[in-house]
């Protein structure tokens, strides 16, 4: 049940609480007025004088969010491709054995249905990564391009390619073409990096299309518990020596968390003078890292967020899988993503501006439009029934309200049954 009903139109919330950071004022949560009128947030200061007022009693009030690092194509094949042991590997074998089901029709609906989840929860831009190899990215891409203009107005949708570093080459093989339908719709280029013996050739030859076909790039990076995996360094020294101007964005990064002190200083040291955007994926990671049959694990295989952001680094945080054999479970609900990350990665106590890694850090990353709580912003709010990050952080907000420009929106999720086969259905 719903805390309140909101009308539609010109209004103004009174005695909402909200992250400071994200009204461009000093401190934690801090207790305003947001007035709304023709669908853009026109005032953050109280006691505006409006015609319609409603006393929101302190409920928290956030700008919706940012979810720059999802598999919408892999997602919800959990049920006929089930993670075997709960392994990297095993996610890996058993993701590459289903591709052969990936027909645009099957990618389509999974990825539909994953959009209407997110933007229920209050998501209005994500970045997705398509699997490319095995002759997906025409049809996949395609797919993409459909959703793109199915859901403008809605969600903003972004897609960069995945490919493993090993399989990048210049003027050979799978790549050129991949790089080539990448340029052709507009989107993101991507590889997935570890350290092979010619990594340095692969991400010459990976930055020569990006350069040329003037891109944005985004890479899967040292995603292990091996100290020795290092590539983000080789990805920093390659970016300073091109001068490469273009936003680079790395996910995951675990291997650093893992790495000596000097040794991981030294590499937060090359990200930050490279300007690369970091993101951080605590839930997936949680899951995946340092799992041994029969062992607890001894590590969270998560980055290290304080010490990037403390260097200057932009740090931002995402859901990654959903429902497939890299992670089990998920909704694309970036709140159950904030709450996950404050405990995993121990954002309370400490700076009061980690809520902006959820929203204005990663639109910066991926060059969307303004997610903030400024005036002049759209009014894309989420209002939730807590007054506090303790009461916040401590449910789930299943009650909700979700404001698009302004307005109320239909907050109910899609049932997984639509994604049943076709003959199971009565």
């Given at each position: 049940m719903e805390f309140c009903v909101l009308p539609s139109g010109a209004k103004t919330l009174r005695n909402v609480t909200v992250p400071a950071c994200l009204i461009g004022r000093d401190g934690d949560l801090i207790t305003t007025d947001l007035t709304i009128t023709d669908g853009l947030i026109t005032s953050t200061d109280a006691g505006q004088p409006a015609e319609t007022v409603i006393n929101m009693k302190g409920a928290i009030a956030l700008p919706c969010f940012v979810d720059m690092h999802t598999h919408l194509d892999k997602g919800h094949i959990w049920p006929r491709a089930s993670n075997p042991d709960g392994s990297f590997m095993g996610a890996l074998t058993t993701v590459h054995a289903d591709h052969v089901n990936w027909t645009a029709d099957d990618v389509e609906a999974r990825m539909d249905f994953a959009l209407r989840c997110a933007f229920a929860h209050g998501t209005k831009a994500i970045r997705t990564h398509i699997d490319s190899a095995d002759d997906l990215a025409a049809s996949s891409f395609g797919v993409v391009a459909k959703l793109q203009e199915q859901w403008a107005g809605k969600i903003t949708l972004q897609a960069s390619c995945l490919v493993a570093i090993d399989r990048v080459f210049r003027d050979d093989g799978i790549f050129p073409d991949i790089a080539k339908i990448v340029a052709d719709t507009g989107n993101i280029l991507g590889a997935v990096t570890y350290p092979v013996p010619d990594l340095q050739d692969r991400l010459n030859d990976f930055f020569h299309f990006a350069q040329t076909y003037d891109l944005d790039v985004d890479f899967h990076v040292d995603e292990t518990n091996d100290p020795t995996s290092d590539t983000l360094r080789t990805i920093a020294e390659t970016v300073l020596a091109l001068g490469f101007k273009n936003k680079v964005t790395v996910g995951h990064c675990c291997s650093i968390s893992v790495m000596p002190d000097n040794v991981a200083a030294e590499i937060i040291a090359l990200v930050a003078k490279a300007g690369l955007h970091v993101v951080s994926l605590p839930m997936c990671n949680m899951y995946l890292q340092d799992r041994e049959a029969g062992r607890t694990p001894r590590w969270r295989g998560v980055t290290m967020a304080h010490e990037l952001?403390?260097?200057?680094?932009?740090?931002?945080?995402?859901?990654?899988?959903?429902?497939?054999?890299?992670?089990?479970?998920?909704d694309l609900d970036m709140i159950e993503v904030m709450r996950e990350a404050t405990r995993i990665c121990?954002?309370?106590?400490?700076?009061?501006?980690?809520?902006?890694s959820f929203v204005t850090n990663p639109a910066a990353a991926c060059g969307f439009d303004d997610t903030s709580l400024n005036v002049g912003a759209p009014a894309d709010l989420i209002l939730c029934n807590a007054r506090s990050w303790t009461e916040f952080f401590s449910r789930p907000q299943s009650d909700r309200i979700v404001l698009r420009n302004g307005d109320p929106i239909d907050r109910t999720l899609p049932s997984y049954s639509e994604l049943d086969p076709i003959e199971s259905k009565p």
């Open positions: 952001k403390a260097a200057g680094v932009n740090v931002s945080f995402a859901s990654d899988n959903t429902r497939d054999p890299f992670y089990a479970y998920g121990h954002l309370d106590h400490g700076l009061t501006d980690w809520p902006a």
